[in-house]
């Protein structure tokens, strides 16, 4: 399942290729995975692109939403700019997939590719997995590159999906409310992870970060990776923690995800050729699928066990 530094990556992606473009055309070949009227969304021009947690949001312009004046409930609410926008939301989910493609969808920088890998994320699109098809225009420059590209939704399983919605309180939305704090914001301390631990007594340490809650973006890659930089033994219990563990802890999971982001994530998020492996976070990972490997810190073998029902990898000797 994607985490935070991949769909960070695709947000970083997105945001060089599509702000500015319109939404020409969104077809749906799968009606599970959007949700929401599709008009809405159409013909309408890319503000700005974000994320929360692993939840990407595409704020939209148009004249049905920029021009009209907030309701009486809704100018006595907190007046930001974001908290009223028509937005696309899209969640990747355990197979999702988010691929652009230039017009000629040849060479290098005419695709990317964020989310779940699999083989046919390199061949032709749309395939047999593509369940929207975004269809983009650029109204400055119509014989651009951007003029004529497309956005392609893939998703094997379809658990994933995307949203239209509309003048949403972003606070108060139901898919970002139970988020916890973005580890990578300001506002996020290491006394606020440990609270929010705290919850979470008699868990072990590392499925307590993976609850959305404590903190937001982190899986099962990220977690294994963060324990590591914590020196800490992943079955150790929340309760069992020292203030100096839980600082430890803040700093792994921030030096986890940063260094998930400059490697682009653990897929091949920028497609280079069949070969390309441009962008593969997991030739970095220190732990993460290493089992039988030596640790690259003192070469004691790498273990796998399971642990909440994940596969959880750890070096027994710089981790206790
Ligand atoms: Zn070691």
């Known amino acids: 399942m994607p985490e935070l530094p991949e769909i960070e990556t695709i947000k970083l992606s997105l945001q060089k290729k599509i702000i500015g473009l319109k939404i020409q055309k969104i077809q749906i070949l799968s009606p599970k995975s959007?949700?929401?009227n599709p008009n809405l969304a159409s013909g309408q021009k890319i503000l700005k692109i974000w994320r929360k947690g692993k939840l990407l949001g595409v704020d939209l312009a148009?004249?049905?939403?920029?021009?009209?004046?907030?309701?009486?409930?809704?100018?006595?609410?907190?007046?930001?700019?974001?908290?009223?926008?028509?937005?696309?939301?899209?969640h990747l989910k355990m197979t999702g997939q988010i691929i652009w493609q230039g017009e000629s969808g040849k060479g290098e920088g005419e695709r990317f590719i964020g989310g779940h890998p699999t083989e046919d994320m390199l061949g032709k699109m749309p395939n047999t997995h593509t369940?929207?098809?975004?269809?983009?225009?650029?109204?400055?420059?119509?014989?651009?590159?951007?003029?004529?590209?497309?956005?392609?939704?893939?998703?094997?399983?379809?658990?994933?999906?995307?949203?239209?919605?509309?003048?949403?309180?972003?606070?108060e939305a139901k898919d970002l409310k139970n988020l916890g704090p973005e580890p990578l914001e300001k506002e996020f301390t290491w006394q606020i992870l440990k609270q929010n631990l705290l919850r979470h007594k008699s868990m072990s340490v590392k499925a307590a970060i993976m609850d959305q809650s404590v903190v937001s973006g982190v899986g099962n890659i990220y977690s294994n990776e963060a324990m590591f930089n914590a020196k800490l033994d992943p079955r150790r219990k929340?309760?069992?923690?020292?203030?100096?563990?839980?600082?430890?802890?803040?700093?792994?999971?921030?030096?986890?995800?940063?260094?998930?982001?400059?490697?682009?994530?653990?897929?091949?998020?920028?497609?280079?050729d069949p070969e390309g492996r441009k962008g593969y976070f997991l030739d970095y990972a220190k732990v993460?699928?290493?089992?039988?490997?030596?640790?690259?810190?003192?070469g004691t073998e790498i273990k796998k066990i399971s642990l909440a029902g994940r596969g959880t990898y750890f070096c027994p000797n710089c981790q206790k």
């Open 34 to 36: 959007f949700i929401g």
């Open 62 to 90: 148009g004249q049905s939403t920029a021009n009209r004046l907030p309701t009486t409930a809704e100018s006595g609410r907190r007046k930001t700019e974001d908290g009223r926008q028509l937005i696309l939301l899209f």
């Open 131 to 171: 369940r929207v098809i975004f269809s983009f225009s650029d109204p400055l420059r119509p014989r651009s590159e951007a003029s004529g590209s497309h956005l392609y939704f893939n998703d094997q399983r379809r658990f994933g999906w995307i949203k239209v919605t509309r003048s949403v309180i972003l606070s």
């Open 238 to 272: 929340v309760s069992s923690l020292t203030d100096i563990e839980f600082k430890n802890v803040y700093k792994g999971i921030k030096k986890a995800l940063e260094t998930g982001i400059k490697h682009g994530g653990s897929t091949l998020a920028h497609f280079v």
């Open 288 to 298: 993460y699928g290493l089992d039988h490997h030596s640790c690259k810190v003192c």
